[in-house]
């Protein structure tokens, strides 16, 4: 069975905080993995994109790494701010290439001024 | 990156109504697009996945006949609710990967948020 883990389900954080996002997933031969902010009430927006021979990607404060061996992935957020706050899914295409996203149910980050 | 834009942003409807809701692709040619469902709360879960010019691919437990999904062109797909129960009050997010390939980075419409009474 496809399942993707996020921990925490919910964090709070003064601002100014470096902070860790995980993601675990059970299917061992993912095709590659994706990082999105969701905002109250709205779509989407991707954040980052790993591919299965990646280890990390960078933009801006926003790190994320991909260890497909433990099936796990970090979204490291850097010196975090009040314009943060959103929630964080993590997604994976499984090796079945059928464009099919399987979701995590997302950290939702509070950052406090 | 690439826009997907979706419509109604929000609907209220009687129960037995069938509502349609619009996804665009305004800036690329979306060969395939997905739809998906999302309770409060909870995340994302795929419900099909349409191909321009083909018949839509439904997830296991999504009622075909309910969903109705047609992608007759390449920068537009629908989805229509038909006779719409409270049970199907829920936020619809469609995307659509940019490139040619499924697994491209996708790109997610603002949502339509469907409140049935």
């Known amino acids: 069975k496809q399942e993707v883990t996020q921990i925490p389900a919910a964090l709070s954080v003064p601002e100014g905080e470096n902070l860790v996002l995980n993601c675990s997933f059970t299917?061992?031969?993912?095709?590659?993995l994706q990082w999105f902010r969701q905002d109250p009430g709205k779509g989407l927006t991707s954040l980052l994109l790993i591919q299965s021979s990646q280890r990390e990607q960078t933009s801006g404060r926003l790190n994320a790494s991909l260890d497909k061996s433990s099936g796990r992935s970090t979204l490291y957020i850097a010196a975090s701010q009040p314009g943060d706050s959103a929630t964080y899914l993590c997604?994976?295409?499984?090796?079945?290439?059928?464009?099919?996203?399987?979701f995590g149910q997302g950290t939702t980050l509070q950052v406090k001024p | 990156g690439a826009v997907v834009s979706q419509h109604p942003s929000r609907v209220i409807c009687k129960s037995g109504t069938s509502v349609k809701i619009e996804c665009r692709s305004l800036d690329f040619q979306a060969t395939t697009m997905f739809w998906y469902r999302q309770f409060p709360k909870q995340s994302l879960m795929l419900m099909a996945t349409?191909?321009?010019?083909?018949?839509?691919?439904?997830e296991q437990g999504v009622e075909k006949d309910k969903f109705l999904i047609n992608h007759a062109s390449l920068t537009l797909s629908t989805l229509t609710v038909t006779s719409a129960h409270p049970e199907d009050s829920s936020f619809y997010i469609c995307?659509?990967?940019?490139?040619?390939?499924?697994?491209?980075?996708?790109?997610f419409g603002p949502g339509t948020r469907l409140t049935v009474l």
């Open positions: 997604a994976y295409h499984g090796s079945s290439n059928t464009g099919k996203l399987i």
């Open positions: 995307s659509s990967p940019s490139g040619r390939v499924s697994t491209d980075t996708q790109y």
């Open positions: 349409s191909n321009e010019g083909s018949k839509a691919t439904y």
């Open positions: 299917d061992s031969a993912i095709y590659n």
